[in-house]
Nanobody
Framework: QVQLQESGGGSVQAGGSLRLSCAVS????????MGWFRQAPGKEREAVAR????????DYANSVKGRFTISQDKLKNTLYLQMNSLNGEDTAIYYC???????????????????WGQGTQVTVSS
């Protein structure tokens, strides 16, 4: 059974940083994608950053480019999201997700990612 467990969320002032972690278990797809998504109140879930587990290729939403960095530690089976220069628009629930493989560019919409964590709240205050 695939399990994804996020941690590291919290409250931070604008301009601050947070590092999210996602502990992964029971997931055996090596040529697959993992990513971070977020959902703010009243808004649709959106992709923030994605990484291909085999190639290491990454993709970011325009709104976070240059501020957020996605990375993986394969030995620890953990996915990370380093978030710097946070602002109020980054306030959301952040979810870790994994797909079922077969997408080298990690462009599938959220609805096509089968595995999700419970989410962790990030609140940025001005």
């Amino acid at each position: 059974q695939v399990q994804l467990q996020e941690s590291g969320g919290g409250s931070v002032q604008a301009g601050g940083s947070l590092r999210l972690s996602c502990a992964v278990s029971g997931y055996s797809y090596s040529k697959s994608c993992m990513g971070w998504f977020r959902q703010a109140p009243g808004k649709e879930r959106e992709a923030v950053a994605r990484i291909h587990r085999f190639s290491g290729g990454t993709d970011y939403a325009n709104s976070v480019k240059g501020r957020f960095t996605i990375s993986q530690d394969k030995l620890k089976n953990t996915l990370y999201l380093q978030m710097n220069s946070l602002n109020g628009e980054d306030t959301a629930i952040y979810y870790c997700a994994a797909d079922g493989g077969g997408d080298w560019f990690c462009t599938k919409p959220p609805g096509e990612w089968p595995y999700w964590g419970q989410g962790t709240q990030v609140t940025v205050s001005s």
